[in-house]
Nanobody
Framework: QAHLVESGGGLVQPGGSLRLSCAAS????????MSWYRQAPGKERELVAF????????NYADSVKGRFTISRDNANNTVWLQMNRLKFEDAAVYYC?????????WGQGTQVTVSS
């Protein structure tokens, strides 16, 4: 029933921007904290950004702080990741995650490629 559908990935030049979207359904979105993770080839999956269920508080990995912004709209069951000033090292598959107590849902992942 629970479903997370990601979109917005693609090819971008260094210094460019992308906005990733994650549409949620099948669960009570407003009580779930949301995160964006990413995984590059040969690397572990890492937490990129986090937002509380109400959107009151956010946290970011040091590597993206000041460049990425996570946001959510509980009325539309959507979370976004705005990515600015992209670098080669930002290239990865980006995953949307929902967490509430012991329940975790994952999106399918969307590819972000940074190339000149």
């Amino acid at each position: 029933q629970a479903h997370l559908v990601e979109s917005g990935g693609g090819l971008v030049q260094p210094g460019g921007s992308l906005r990733l979207s994650c549409a949620a359904s099948g669960f009570t979105f407003r009580i779930y904290a949301m995160s964006w993770y990413r995984q590059a080839p040969g690397k572990e999956r890492e937490l990129v950004a986090f937002i509380t269920s109400t959107g009151y508080s956010t946290n970011y990995a040091d590597s993206v702080k000041g460049r990425f912004t996570i946001s959510r709209d509980n009325a539309n069951n959507t979370v976004w990741l705005q990515m600015n000033r992209l670098k080669f090292e930002d290239a990865a598959v980006y995953y949307c995650q929902a967490v509430r107590l012991q329940t975790t849902y994952w999106g399918q992942g969307t590819q972000v490629t940074v190339s000149s």
